[in-house]
């Protein structure tokens, strides 16, 4: 189904009208086809895929960043994020000496990156920025960087929401969640603190009663339903950074659409925002790219 997506006609059309106009200018036109438009779903140089989301004019990564994607920034750039990430064990959040490498529990190269701050997400979206322009995948105006408070919440599908600052417009939607408003939530919509977490590994954490999705941690991304823009895990597995202070000056930034862990009241809903100091890594804190990719990008 998602390859139908990058394939469709828009596509072709772009393809055909290249191969029209080649003969005028056919280096020019070879080097933009192989970069980001902003309609357009993308995959890049890591093969994260990106897609438009309607009110915005960024492309989001339809999945939270991977634990691969960021080794590759780790392999490439020797960056450090491994002290004071806080972690689970019987007694609660403490620095326990895991990291995003071993958070833990158990994680494959396909779980979302965990245990990074919002210093790190910036220093990756900024390596990633960097390494694909020297490939030539993209023009010199479009950059990664991490989604807006107001993106993200396009990217959930809340109406425009009043509010100058995300502490003004936190938690104002309600209980209304990106499946609606039924909760529990129906099968499969993503991956939360549920009975299988109470069932094994965390038997003292708040759960989504009478919900039950199989992963006692987090799971692999793009294991659940995706939302109706296409993108998958914005609510649970890793809370997202975002770009913004919480309130709107200095301090704490954002975090986005709840995890898998403990559930505190509300952090499922659309609405909600945490806010967290920037340089707080801990076990359940990952976050989510998008490309500017239009003309106008900063
Ligand atoms: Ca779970
Ligand atoms: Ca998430």
């Not at 939270?64 to 960056?79: G, I, S």
């Not at 009663?209 to 339903?225: I, L, N, Q, R, W």
């Not at 945490?274 to 900063?298: E, I, K, M, N, S």
Request: aromatic share 12%.
């Amino acid at each position: 189904m998602f390859g139908r997506r990058f394939f469709s006609g828009p596509l072709l059309a772009s393809a055909l009208l290249a191969l029209a106009v080649s003969t005028v200018s056919p280096l020019a036109i070879s080097a933009r086809a192989a970069q980001p438009q902003s309609s357009q779903p993308w995959e890049n140089g890591l093969g994260m895929k990106f897609l438009p989301v309607a009110g915005t004019e960024v492309l989001f990564s339809v999945w939270e960043t991977r634990v691969r994607d960021f080794a590759a920034f780790v392999d490439a750039t020797k960056y450090d994020a491994t002290k004071g990430m806080l972690s689970v064990r019987d007694d609660g959040w403490r620095q326990n000496g895991d990291t995003w490498q071993s958070p833990g529990f158990p994680q494959t190269p396909l779980h979302p990156v965990v245990g990074v701050n919002w210093e790190d997400a910036r220093a990756f979206c900024a390596w990633l920025t960097e390494s694909e322009r020297a490939a030539g995948r993209l023009a010199a105006s479009q950059v990664y960087r991490l989604p807006t408070d107001e993106e993200w919440s396009a990217a959930i599908g809340l109406p425009r929401e009043h509010g100058g600052t995300p502490k003004e417009r936190n938690g104002k939607a309600g209980e209304v969640y990106w499946w609606g408003t039924a909760f529990p939530p129906p099968a499969g919509v993503g991956n939360f603190s549920d009975e299988t977490a109470k069932g094994g590994r965390h038997p003292d954490w708040n759960i989504v009663v009478g919900y039950k999705d199989g992963f006692e941690d987090a799971s692999p991304v793009g294991s659940f339903t995706a939302t109706k823009t296409g993108l998958y895990d914005l609510t649970g597995n890793a809370w997202e950074w975002c770009e913004d202070f919480f309130d709107g000056k200095a301090g704490a930034r954002v975090l986005r659409g709840g995890a898998y862990s403990r559930l505190g009241a509300h952090h499922l809903e659309a609405s909600f925002r945490l806010d967290v100091a920037p340089q707080r890594r801990r076990a359940d804190f990952g976050f989510r790219c998008v490309l500017a990719a239009g003309p106008g990008t900063p």
